[in-house]
């Protein structure tokens, strides 16, 4: 248990509160909440606030990542990207506090069938977008190439909101460059197998080529609204 409770109250800052409504989604390391905000003149929203689990070996680095990913996400400021506001500390543990987006994870609309083709060229038309933006994006104060990579790119990061916007999700496994950055994570494999290409399961240094691939291995699921499947390996070739 996170020791974090529905309908339950934290205070931080300056007479700010966060109330918890619900879980979202948990996994081995934290768990994500729908929550409201109050800050200072009666203003409040919604937001999604995910909180790290106390304890575990990896948790120091898991922590770090999760610093450098808000980090990231605030210097990339893009409509189509999962917006990040603060970190804070709740009931103890590491958090950050997201924006909260009203929708569907593209890999539950895949389960339910093909997309049609009209709506799947403007899904990947989006998609694409966000990914370019995202990959020659520039530091907002130096101006120094960030050199995003995502990394992991598949259906269950990419959200479709109730208005029928896109929102790209998790850079939690992130390469990139800023000189506020506490993990290190190059050298690791980081991500999902079944949208790894040839070359980064061959011992390849990831490029940006490894995002298009995972795009493309994503709306060839949303087209024929089944998984891809896990590669075969075989020596000296990949099928």
Same mark, same amino acid.
């Given at each position: ?51 790290? *689990? !106390?304890? @575990?070996?990896? #948790?120091?680095? =898991?922590?770090? /990542? ?5 980090? $990231? ?95 790209? *999700? !998790?850079? @939690?496994?992130? #390469?990139?460059? =800023?000189?506020? /950055? ?5 050298? $690791? ?51």
């Amino acid at each position: 248990m996170l020791g974090v409770m529905a309908k339950e109250c934290y205070s931080f800052g300056y007479m700010r509160t966060l109330t918890f409504n619900r879980l979202i989604g948990a996994g081995n390391m934290g768990a994500v909440y729908h929550a409201e905000l109050r800050v200072p003149g009666g203003f409040r929203r919604p937001c999604a606030v995910k909180v790290i *689990l !106390d304890g @575990g070996p990896d #948790r120091d680095h =898991f922590v770090a /990542r999760m610093r450098d990913e808000a980090r $990231l996400l605030g210097m990339l400021q893009d409509e189509q990207i999962l917006g990040v506001s603060e970190l804070v500390m709740v009931a103890g543990r590491d958090a950050v506090i997201m924006e909260y987006v009203d929708g569907v994870d593209l890999s539950d609309i895949v389960s339910k069938g093909p997309i049609p083709p009209r709506a799947l060229a403007e899904l990947g038309a989006e998609m694409a977008g966000s990914l370019y933006r995202a990959h020659s994006a520039k530091h907002p104060t130096t101006q120094e190439p960030l050199n995003v990579i995502h990394r992991d790119i598949k259906p269950a990061n990419v959200m479709v909101t109730t208005r029928g916007s896109v929102r790209l *999700l !998790d850079f @939690g496994v992130a #390469r990139a460059a =800023f000189a506020s /950055r506490e993990s290190e994570t190059q050298g $690791l494999v980081l991500g999902t197998l079944n949208y790894f290409p040839p070359e980064i399961l061959a011992g390849g240094e990831p490029s940006t080529s490894v995002d298009i691939y995972g795009l493309g291995i994503s709306l060839w699921e949303c087209a024929m609204g089944e998984n891809w499947g896990s590669p075969r390996v075989k020596q000296n070739r990949f099928e």
